[in-house]
């Protein structure tokens, strides 16, 4: 019985830009080309990152063909093994979590691009894909003969290409997905069940828009837009200053302990509705932006809720027992991303915000023993007096006496002698019918981490106490909190404790 398959595109698709800077670069190591790089191929190459193929491109491309004869193809095997070494790390992070995807489902995995096969296949490889459809050229005594093997692979011949394979592997297009970013692929992405349009050209993209097709990013979780390139969290971030906001002044030290790069799970403590802001001064600070994981009521909210559902914000539904918000946590981790947790879960109500011991939820203990990313932790204080509990709004009005608000993130928590190395974990995947947004965003099932409670509990207090050594001192004395205090730690229309007994 016939079986689908997944087809990607190259350029602007599994990587975010074009593979030909790499592998021009790797021919000239090898002594393929002698010429030396020219401003102008540097310029074509950037318009090509920017808006993807055009006519003119693909007929420079094509006339390419040509200008190889004579090349010594074992020359450009050795190039092609080289250039596959540098272009990996540079495939996109979700696409990853995609293809495994569809692994899990069943499906032969392949790349389908205009470039040589010569200097692709390696890649292909190395990647683990079941094959790649891409233009062969002629060889004769072995050198290469200016001519095409077959199909060149772009447009209607990239469509008859797949077509020839499908057949040849007893695939079924009409159980297959398609990603591809260039309208050029028009032909393609119609010839399967499932066309989906990845890091769209323009023109692509209305057409996708038309058609109702998916549209991804695979730098991004699923979901989240993108505007010129954009996404709306990188906007954010570059225009994120502690001066906007008049009303409170930032004591923020120790982001230098926030990793530059790679995965990183951010714990902090939780007392206003005001923290997410805060956080995200510190980790623009550190030059980062992250993925934070946010109670249902914030994402679900009218208007906010869209806005920070665009973010890629981590939706969680506390108490229904659905491992999706872990299960995303963990692909924003394996795509090198940030991901800001707050144990506590929900702000501290009544006595218990004064509690010198801060309580969290496991949470964040199976994220670091499923991912094994550093957990940094991040002392909070002072933000209640910006936005208290009982508020609707953060006091805006106090520009002539803003309350301070202290921001402390620390070395990254030693866990090691509770997760020690011998700690075995093992992933259950599970086959299930999904769209192919759906596809991107559940790609990496959470694992089932063989980490006992008493472990996971031991992790917690590890987190928590490193969040509270880096509050002031005044967080670890025991008060006995007045009516006016109580009132302001409970949701705006509340009751103290006191007042409710």
């Avoid at 030909?20 to 020219?38: N, Y």
């Avoid at 009544?350 to 509690?355: M, R």
């Avoid at 991040?378 to 006091?395: C, F, I, M, Q, T």
Wanted: aromatic content about 6%; hydrophobic content about 40%; glycine content about 8%.
């Amino acid at each position: 019985m016939a079986s689908g398959a997944a087809f990607f595109d190259l350029d602007r698709t599994l990587l975010q830009g074009a593979s030909g800077p790499v592998m021009s670069d790797a021919l000239r190591d090898v002594g393929v080309i002698t010429s030396a790089k020219t401003p102008v191929e540097d310029a074509l190459f950037g318009l090509f990152d920017k808006v993807g193929e055009t006519r003119p491109s693909m007929v420079l491309a094509r006339l390419g063909v040509r200008f190889s004869k004579g090349w010594d193809a074992g020359l450009v095997a050795q190039a092609g093994e080289a250039a596959a070494e540098t272009l990996a790390p540079m495939i996109q992070p979700y696409a990853r979590q995609l293809i495994e995807w569809h692994r899990i489902e069943g499906r032969k995995v392949v790349m389908a691009t205009t470039s040589p096969m010569t200097m692709c296949g390696p890649l292909a490889e190395l990647l683990g894909l079941d094959d790649v459809i891409a233009t062969s050229y002629g060889v004769r005594n072995g050198k290469y003969d200016g001519t095409v093997d077959g199909h060149y692979v772009w447009g209607p011949g990239k469509r008859d290409a797949v077509e020839e394979w499908a057949e040849d592997n007893d695939v079924d297009l009409d159980q297959s997905y398609a990603y591809s970013d260039s309208r050029y692929d028009l032909p393609l992405l119609r010839s399967v069940a499932n066309p989906v349009a990845v890091n769209p050209d323009p023109r692509l993209k209305v057409l996708a828009t038309g058609f109702g097709w998916p549209v991804l990013y695979l730098d991004v979780p699923a979901g989240v837009p993108k505007v010129a390139g954009v996404e709306p969290t990188e906007a954010f971030m570059s225009v994120l200053r502690p001066e906007l906001t008049p009303y409170a002044r930032f004591d923020i030290d120790g982001t230098d302990f926030i990793p530059k790069t790679g995965p990183a799970i951010v714990a902090a403590n939780h007392r206003s509705y005001f923290d997410p802001l805060v956080i995200a001064f510190a980790l623009a600070r550190a030059g980062r932006s992250g993925r934070f994981m946010a109670k249902k009521e914030v994402v679900d909210a009218p208007v906010v809720g869209s806005l920070v559902k665009s973010m890629g914000t981590i939706r969680v539904d506390r108490g229904s027992g659905s491992s999706g918000p872990l299960d995303d946590a963990i692909a924003a981790l394996e795509a090198g991303e940030v991901v800001v947790i707050l144990p506590e879960g929900t702000i501290p109500r009544g006595e218990a915000f004064f509690d010198p011991v801060l309580h969290g939820r496991p949470g964040v203990a199976k994220l670091a023993a499923a991912t094994g990313a550093p957990v940094i932790p991040l002392g909070l204080w002072g933000s209640e007096d910006v936005w208290p509990r009982n508020a609707k709004v953060p006091a805006v009005w106090n520009v002539m006496a803003p309350p301070r608000v202290t921001v402390r993130v620390g070395p990254a928590v030693d866990l090691d002698d509770i997760l020690s190395p011998k700690t075995a974990k093992k992933t259950t995947k599970k086959t299930t019918k999904k769209t192919a947004k759906t596809a991107q965003k559940k790609s990496t099932k959470a694992p089932s981490v063989k980490v006992s409670q008493k472990k996971q509990k031991q992790m917690v207090e590890a987190i928590m106490e490193a969040i509270v050594d880096l509050l002031p001192d005044e967080a670890r004395e025991v008060i006995e909190p007045t009516e006016e205090q109580l009132a302001r730690t409970q949701p705006s229309g509340g009751k103290s404790q006191k007042a409710a007994s």
